[in-house]
C-alpha cells in the first residue's frame, strides 16, 4: 500500500516520519504540501491512501512561534553556509525582524506573506482519507498502524524544546487567531 503523509507545519509530521523511518516503513512524504500541489509537481506521484493530523490552531500557531527560536536562526546559518545572500536578505531577516516584534505581528506578517508555515488546515486536508487530531494521536494513530501492519509506539519527541518564548495566550494572540483561521476554528471546533 502507498500511504502518503501530508504533513501540516507544527502537528507532529517529524515525529511520524521519524516512527516510519525507524519502523524501516515505506511512505510517500507529501511535506508540507497539499495532495494537489504535490501531484502537480510530480505527476508520477500515487498513493493509495493519505493521511493528516491537524491541531488546535491557538497551540500550533503558539508552538510556531516559540519553534521560530530556533528555527530561524538555524535557517538563517544553512543558508549564509549556502552563500545564499537574496535567501537570508529577502527572507530570513525579515522572518527573524517579524519574530522579535512578537506572536502576533508574527503571525500578521506570515499570513500577509503567504508563509506555508501559516497556511489554514482547510486547505492540508483537502482529498485526504484520513484525519487524525494531534490532542488524540496516541489513540488515533492507531488507524496507521493498522494500515501498515505495525503496532510499534509514536514518541512525540522531535521539535518539542523545553523552554517557550510564549506560554499564554493573550487578548490580543486570540483575536489574532481568530483574525486569520475562523474557518479552521469552526471546522474543528477548536476552542481554548
Partial sequence: ????????????????????????????????????????????????????????????????YNFGKYKIPKSIWRARKENDIDMINNYYNPMQAAWEKGIVYYIDYSV?????????????????????????????FAKVQNLVNCNAPLTQQIHNYKEKTVT??????????KRHFQKDLDLFEYVL
Fill in 1 to 64: 500500500m502507498r500511504l502518503a503523509l501530508v504533513h501540516i507545519p507544527k502537528t507532529a509530521g517529524a515525529s511520524i516520519a521519524k516512527w516510519f523511518r525507524t519502523n524501516k516503513i515505506t511512505y510517500q512524504p507529501v511535506g508540507h504540501l497539499t495532495l494537489q500541489e504535490r501531484k502537480n509537481r510530480d505527476p508520477d506521484f500515487e498513493c493509495d491512501k493519505s493521511f493528516t493530523i491537524v491541531r488546535n490552531t491557538y497551540s500550533r500557531m503558539l508552538s510556531l
Fill in 112 to 140: 500577509d506573506n503567504d508563509l506555508r508555515s501559516v497556511m489554514c488546515q482547510t486547505k492540508f486536508i483537502e482529498d485526504v482519507d484520513i484525519l487524525l487530531k494531534f490532542e488524540n494521536l496516541n489513540y488515533d
Fill in 168 to 177: 499564554e495566550y493573550s487578548e490580543a494572540y486570540i483575536n489574532c487567531i
